[in-house]
């Protein structure tokens, strides 16, 4: 089945459907891809996040007033 015959598919399905449930888990699926930044990034953004997160985890960090008055 190529994309678009699935596609066709589940809106279908989702027509049919009459559990309130399921439709409430699709649409928190599709609120939490949209609000989710992540998978925007480049694989380069996203290493150099992750990153910057161990370093501060590691205590590497400085206050934004010595970066800011070294430059």
Do not use: C, Y
């Amino acid at each position: 089945m190529n994309f678009q015959a699935s596609k066709i598919e589940l809106v279908q399905r989702i027509l049919k459907s009459e559990n309130e449930e399921l439709i409430q888990k699709l649409l928190q699926v599709f609120t939490i891809e949209k609000d989710d930044f992540w998978h925007a990034l480049s694989s380069s953004q996203q290493e150099d996040i992750l990153k910057g997160i161990e370093e501060s985890e590691q205590g590497k960090v400085k206050k934004w007033s010595e970066v800011r008055d070294s430059a």
